[in-house]
């Protein structure tokens, strides 16, 4: 019979994380746990794709359609997400699903199609976009041999947390001191603030394989990290500290509690997710030793002559970002969760 192509099921849900979970390119952007979170807050429209031979999964790929004054109409593997893309058996596989979906970005009349491929391996024959890199780095059970891993100014501050008395305190609904440094953080960085109810959905979405990791100093939150477990990775997603506790090294403290407990757990791969090579995050992760790698993002260019940029990194954006960074808080608290969704 062959491959065929179609859109997802109700009752291809269980069939479709299993392949998700035992794909060597899969992450949790893949599972339908993220599909539910991004539909429920964003609205964005699902259009996943399955292909299957005699009634068997052998490749999927999520799609969502997106529709604003900033982006246009666009279909993106997968919003708000680093790591997306094509799962399949082989190439032939492969080949159907960037057929389809190409197809389906035609007959909707986005501007383009954009693939957020974790590997190599998941690349078609699209123009790439080369402007993100992932670091990973492998973790074990021996924290003293995490430690050693780490270069040594950024070891120096994770010990300064640690002198400081920094401890963790585990949380699973309770998303609020989390949501209040973050969209303090967003803030400075000139960058709207995600709604609450995208916390909130991720937490129930993915319970059991997601928290949010609260570094204390004493009784006060000095920085906080949601975080994703995946398999044998580990993902800290949205991370952010309090300025104020910065003489205590909070963040180097978080990350480097989060690679250990994690190992301990048996969890094997500690993922810092993405950055652009030119960014406050980059600077950051950088100073860590992990390994360096860059993500093959593409697009299909279809009513878009050139890669658009939608990153902070576009000059036309600094304005914006300058009068964001000087409203109050509260006000970018309430506007923040219309326009972050221009951008996903």
């Not at 082989?90 to 957020?116: F, G, I, P, T, Y």
């Not at 609020?176 to 803030?187: D, G, H, I, K």
């Amino acid at each position: 019979m062959g491959v065929t192509v179609r859109g997802l099921r109700q009752n291809d849900a269980a069939a479709w994380d299993a392949y998700v979970r035992e794909h060597a390119f899969g992450s949790p952007f893949h599972l339908l746990a993220w599909q539910r979170s991004i539909e429920a807050t964003f609205g964005y429209e699902p259009h996943y794709l399955l292909a299957e031979e005699e009634s068997r999964i052998r490749g999927l790929l999520p799609l969502f359609l997106v529709n604003n004054f900033l982006v246009g109409k666009a279909l993106l593997s997968s919003p708000f997400a680093v790591y997306g893309g094509i799962l399949a058996d082989n190439v032939e596989v492969q080949a159907a699903l960037c057929s389809h979906a190409s197809e389906l970005a035609r007959s909707l009349r986005v501007k383009h199609l954009e693939m957020r491929n974790k590997h190599a391996g998941q690349s078609t024959d699209f123009t790439p976009v080369t402007r993100y890199v992932t670091l990973t780095q492998e973790i074990g059970a021996d924290e003293e041999k995490i430690l050693l891993l780490i270069p040594r100014k950024t070891r120096a501050m994770v010990r300064k947390g640690i002198q400081n008395g920094l401890t963790t305190r585990v949380q699973t609904t309770d998303f609020e001191a989390f949501e209040r440094l973050y969209s303090q953080n967003l803030r400075r960085l000139g960058t709207p603030s995600f709604p609450a109810a995208h916390f909130r959905n991720l937490l129930r979405n993915f319970q059991g394989e997601i928290n949010i990791r609260e570094t204390m100093h004493g009784d006060k939150v000095a920085a906080a990290v949601l975080t994703f477990y995946f398999r044998d990775q580990v993902l800290p997603y949205y991370g952010a500290a309090d300025p104020q506790c910065n003489p205590v090294a909070p963040s180097n403290f978080m990350y480097f509690d989060l690679m250990r407990e994690a190992g301990k757990a048996g969890y094997r791969i500690f993922d810092f997710g993405r950055s652009k090579r030119v960014s406050g995050s980059y600077e950051f992760k950088s100073h860590w030793g992990m390994v360096e790698r860059e993500l093959p993002y593409e697009m299909l260019l279809l009513r878009n002559q050139q890669v658009p940029n939608f990153s902070p990194t576009n000059p036309a954006y600094q304005m914006p970002m300058r009068i964001w960074r000087l409203l109050p808080l509260p006000v970018t608290r309430m506007l923040g969760p219309a326009f972050v969704r221009l951008v996903p």
